[in-house]
């Protein structure tokens, strides 16, 4: 899932980086006396490691608020993918610094990817910080808050090879009722050399998925519309166990997809390494499979995938594509592209713009090379592209990027698609909005519709982010 405190990050979707310092409240707020302010960094399985920490604050008597003088105990869960997304959360710090002056009893706890990357450490750089909670020991907060409470620092950073927080019923934060998140797997195993996410997260573990079914039959029972999965590499979902069948992504879509029909199913993030044409055909037999796929390329020239770490080729690469067109022909496919990688020539960089053009990505989330400290990149390669360069083929790689979007909105003029309504749109309280199945977002007056319906929306004009039409 992307996660983008991001310059050069265009578009906003659900597999969103772009989320950044929400501020997450419970929607039923109870008596309790107990004030929890609660901000969000980073990707969508950071937002839902927040719904989990809302349960476990919840069951302590924890009542959130969007105001943060008013709190007795202040987190923030962080993101640590770019340089950028560490300095937002160090500007918040400052933010808090003068709460907590004014309310010294206050209790700040860093979570998440940060926490993790920088341990203790963080207690030093931060005099203010109370609590460092990485992202496998949220269980332990219960503790970690009872030694705060003794005027201590309190830190865990335990990763674990187990912790899938399965049995916790996440508190649904901010959302509208009719789009949930639910994680299926945690951690990463694959060490693609620019990225800190295998540090930050631990080791790759799959959920047990009896747990996702019934959390989703759970959110359908309270009225859901549409689920989306989530994981670093959901292709290798795996789980087995004595005396039945392994289960993998493939079966696992086609279990959620069976639970309701009218349920929607969205998944994210697909490595091309891994994405199987079961997954595709699975996805082709179901019709409240969303056709959308997050395929992210990171880079179209082989001998710089070979540096990332990637493990496929740029004609491996191309193949899938294929294959998703000619199994989905109507399936969005949308990108996450690194701008001005460790060595990338010129010549490299236009082989970046090429796979654009022949993916004819619908989306893509587009990112300047920001090094991480640890990571095998840093460790191995000079980070050598100088920034006016990074920030020029970025331009680059936007501009094809709108081009495409423009002219894949534009082939959409004309045709019907049933869209979920999400609510009022944000530009006239006339409009409703809400999604297609590829993820594209629609705006078309509301008429009668309600949020959570299925409407047949006529798309009549389109720009490059959003396609405008009317209910027939
Ligand atoms: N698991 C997903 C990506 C998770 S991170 C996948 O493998 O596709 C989301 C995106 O952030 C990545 O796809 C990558 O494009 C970007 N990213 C990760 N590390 C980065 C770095 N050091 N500099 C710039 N962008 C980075
Ligand atoms: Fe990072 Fe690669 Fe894992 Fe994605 S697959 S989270 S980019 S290491
Ligand atoms: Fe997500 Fe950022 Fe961590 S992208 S996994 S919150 S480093």
Redesign the pocket.
């Known amino acids: ?4 405190q991001f310059s050069g990050n265009v578009f906003s979707k659900i597999h969103d ?1 772009e989320r950044q310092g929400e501020v997450l409240l419970q929607p039923e707020i109870k008596e309790t006396g107990k004030k929890l302010y609660l901000e969000s960094y980073g ?1 969508q399985m950071n937002f839902s490691d927040s719904e989990i920490v809302a349960s476990i604050m919840t069951d302590m008597g924890f009542a959130t608020t969007p105001q943060l003088e008013d709190a007795d105990v202040v987190f923030i869960n962080t993101c640590s ?2 340089d950028n997304a560490e300095q937002k959360v160090r500007g918040r710090l400052s933010v808090f610094r003068q709460a907590k002056a004014k309310n010294p009893n206050m209790v700040i706890g860093v979570l998440g990817c940060m926490a993790e990357r920088l341990k203790a450490k963080l207690l030093d750089e931060e005099k203010l910080v109370d609590m460092v909670v990485g992202p496998d020991a949220y269980k332990d907060i219960p503790n970690l808050l009872e030694q705060t409470g003794g005027g201590q620092k309190a830190v865990n950073v335990l990763l674990s090879r187990e912790e899938t927080y399965a049995d916790i019923s996440p508190v649904r934060l901010g959302g509208n009722g009719v789009l949930a998140f639910v994680t299926i797997m945690r951690g ?1 195993d ?1 060490m ?1 050399s ?4 295998p540090f930050t997260r631990g080791r790759e573990r799959s959920r047990d998925p009896r747990t996702i079914v019934r959390e989703i039959q759970d959110l359908v029972n309270q009225g859901y519309k549409e689920v989306t999965l989530l994981g ?2 959901v292709d290798s979902f795996h789980w087995e166990e004595e005396g039945s069948a392994p289960v993998n992504f493939a079966n696992l879509l086609e279990m959620c997809a069976r639970i309701e029909p009218s349920l929607r199913i969205r998944f994210s ?1 697909s ?1 091309p390494k891994d994405i199987t044409d079961e997954v595709l055909h699975t996805m082709a037999r179901f019709p409240n499979i969303c056709k959308c796929i997050h395929l ?1 390329v ?1 880079a179209g020239n082989t001998e710089v995938l070979r540096r990332m770490n990637r493990t496929y080729t740029r004609e491996w690469y191309m193949d899938k594509i294929r294959s998703i067109r000619t199994i989905l022909p109507d399936c969005a496919i949308t990108s ?3 701008a001005g990688f460790c060595g990338e020539t010129e010549a490299q960089h236009q082989d970046t713009l090429s796979i654009m053009e022949f993916s004819q990505y619908d989306f893509s ?1 587009m ?6 400290p640890g ?1 095998l ?1 840093a460790r191995k390669y000079e980070d050598d592209i100088p920034e006016d360069v990074k920030s020029r083929r970025l331009s680059e790689i936007i501009e094809v990027q709108h081009r495409l979007s423009l002219a894949s909105n534009q082939k959409d003029v004309g045709k019907v698609f049933e869209v979920l309504v999400e609510g009022p749109s944000k530009k006239t309280a006339e409009d409703h909005c809400g999604r297609n199945s590829q993820n594209k977002m629609v705006v078309f007056p509301k008429g009668n519709s309600k949020k959570g319906d299925y409407v047949q929306v006529l798309v009549e004009s389109c720009t490059q982010a959003t396609l405008i039409g009317r209910i027939v």
């Open positions: 899932m992307s996660s983008n980086e990707c993918i770019r990463c694959n693609c620019f990225c800190v996410v670093q590499n993030t490595h992210p990171q996450d592209i690194i989330y990112f300047k090379y920001s090094e991480r990571t990149a």
